[in-house]
């Protein structure tokens, strides 16, 4: 299902949108489930999930994966898609500094479960923090209303998946 949730800007001819994988990450504790949110150093949307482009050649799954290691240094248990795609536009005032001809993003997410206990490694740089975080309390760190309700959506899609027992 394509969730065109963002869009305020007018396309041109040639325009396309950046396809991005994103991966909802789930580890079992005492009090449930929570999900692994990401932190990008800028003052606004910058906690989301584990997500970025996909290179030529990858598979969602792929990219997903490789975006997971390079942010959080972690390996995880795939355990699926959703077929929600969110879609949105670039503002104008970051698209002005864009040498190309791409207008916004379309994301696809995968989902997977954290079954060893390992510590998250982030870079510094490009992530400079992160958070488990019970699905009760995610719009305490995510703000945009259709990423946050998106993102609720889709992390009790990836719960529904696991087994009673996980």
Partial sequence: MLMVLYSGLMQKKGDVYRSCAAIVVLRKTAQGHE???????????AWQLPQGGRESG????QAAERELM???GIRVRLLG???TVYQYDFPA???????DNVC???VEFVFAVMDQPKAVQVDAHEIDAY?????SKIHMYIRRKQYLGV??????????????AA
Avoid: C, M, N
């Fill in 35 to 45: 999900v692994l949110l990401l932190h990008k150093p800028r003052k606004r949307d």
């Fill in 58 to 61: 990858e598979s969602l799954e």
């Fill in 70 to 72: 390079e942010e959080a």
């Fill in 81 to 83: 898609r959703t077929s």
């Fill in 93 to 99: 005032s970051y698209r002005r500094f864009r040498p």
């Fill in 104 to 106: 916004g993003q379309r």
């Fill in 131 to 135: 958070v488990w975080v019970h699905p």
């Fill in 151 to 164: 993102v609720r959506r889709i992390v009790q899609e990836a719960i529904a998946l696991l087994p009673q």
